[in-house]
């Protein structure tokens, strides 16, 4: 790994450390993909596209979330009672 | 002063959900359902994305770098709106903190190698508030956003399924 890389970012002292701890912390959160060699030196840059894909990802199952409950939200009732059970279901 | 990694994801979850099924509410309350136009669907579409949004934020308040930017953002939005002189265009739309990145064809490699800063600056315009982190604030904004955000994709998925049979 270059060193020069982290002499980019030295003006903020951050250290390669603390970045490869971050960045394993991201990868666990990453969803698996079955990859032929996924050993732990995948690179930085390769998380951080993974990353950017799933936030991606992620942004558009709430588009069309969003989107399938503008069209149930007639049946979506103003029930407190009904509300209270979903509260159940998901807590 | 930051909390540590571990998000209590039962209390994020509930308040979220009270929140949202809140404004779910309000919403359905606003307009008679009647009118299934699309473009009264897409405008129920619309309002409820921003919900969603609206209510995560404020579940995790300003305890966040994102999570203030997206509300700075939401406010000023709201504020635009009240405001008769602001037209009627929408928001902010140069702004693509949470629309779709512009930057699908992009990272030409620099040749020394530094090859992840672009990945880096993608990033920084997918997560609210990214413009003004430096990196590892940027990683440690990023992984609490993610955690959020299936939060709020879990939440919603179980209320449409619920409510689709």
């Known amino acids: ?3 020069r890389r982290w002499r980019e970012s030295s003006r903020t002292n951050i250290s390669e450390e603390q970045i490869t701890q971050l960045l394993s912390t991201l990868r666990q959160l990453l969803p698996e993909i079955p990859h032929s060699h996924s050993h732990k030196a995948s690179s930085a840059a390769k998380v951080l596209k993974q990353t950017c894909n799933y936030i991606k990802t992620l942004h558009r199952e709430v588009d069309d979330l ?3 409950l503008s069209q149930l939200l007639a049946t979506i009732d103003a029930d407190s009672a009904e509300a209270a059970i979903i509260r159940s279901l998901l807590i | 002063m930051n909390n540590p990694h571990h998000l209590n994801p039962t209390s994020l979850k509930s308040r979220f959900t009270t929140r949202f099924l809140r404004a779910l509410t309000k919403i359905r309350a606003q307009k008679p359902i009647s009118s299934s ?3 009264e669907i897409f405008r129920r579409y619309r309002r409820i994305k921003a919900a969603a949004d609206k209510s995560m934020a404020y579940s995790v308040r300003s305890r966040r770098i994102w999570s203030r930017a997206m509300l700075w953002k939401l406010r000023s939005r709201s504020y635009r709106r009240q405001d008769p002189c602001s037209g009627r265009r929408s928001g902010k739309t140069n702004q693509a903190i949470m629309k779709k990145s ?3 064809n992009t990272t030409t490699r620099r040749e020394d190698g530094v090859g992840f800063v672009e990945e880096a600056d993608e990033l920084r315009q997918l997560v609210p508030g990214g413009e003004t982190m430096n990196l590892c604030n940027l990683l440690d904004e990023t992984a609490h956003y993610i955690k959020c955000l299936t939060t709020q994709v879990q939440v919603m998925k179980k209320i449409a399924d619920f409510y689709s049979f």
């Open chain 1, 66 to 68: 969003s989107d399938r």
């Open chain 1, 1 to 3: 790994m270059s060193s």
């Open chain 2, 37 to 39: 136009s699309p473009t």
């Open chain 2, 102 to 104: 512009s930057n699908e």
